[in-house]
């Protein structure tokens, strides 16, 4: 049974396609070279036993594109760097990655969106490291992170989705900058942790179950321009 993958240093590989590896069980451990450009939709859906991502020059990599669902249902995987080149990670890409505790990028990056259910059911994740460019955060990306407890979101953020942060239930509190002109429907629901939120409820439009069963919340800190 496959437990370990690596290319040759010629090979003209640039793309890891659809289903590639999907429901490869005993695979333990993948080098991705760097001339590797695009990794698409459940390539490595369904590999319970991959723990070890190893990204190739990390600093030199060529990585852009990550498909949807590409690293979902890896319930081994306990870390992972991707290369700053990468400008879009689709949904569901790391959803149920049940083990994964960290998720870093190598350097600034210019990816700009978080889409839906990314890292839903990530449930050892403890910090959501957000690049400063992103304008939004789509439904359910963090969904069922329940042991987040630290989240920064970047000052060109301009929605939060439905469900984005829903039970994520080790959260204690938020800041929302003013850039965010809307929060979704149950969008930190569950999040029964949560006590202090910082916003500008002049330029930020939140729903009435926007905050649901937040039964530890206690205090508002509005942080606003208006006068």
Known sequence: SLKSVSFCENSSLNTIETDAFKGCTSLEQIVIPSYVK????DAFNGCTALSNVIFDRADYSSLEFIGKGAF???????EITIPSSVIKIESSA????SSLTQFNFNGSTHLDLIESCVFKGCSKLAQAIIPSYVTRIEESAFYSCTFLTEVKIPSLVTKIGPNAFNNCSSLKSIKIPSSV?????YCFKLCIQLSTITLDPYLTKVQSNTFDH??????????????
């Open 72 to 78: 979902q249902n890896c319930s081994s995987l306990l």
């Open 181 to 185: 002109s809307e929060i979704g429907e």
């Open 94 to 97: 790391f959803c149920d990655c």
């Open 214 to 227: 937040c039964y530890l919340l206690k205090e508002l800190i509005i942080e606003t321009q208006k006068q």
């Open 38 to 41: 695009r990794i698409l939709s």
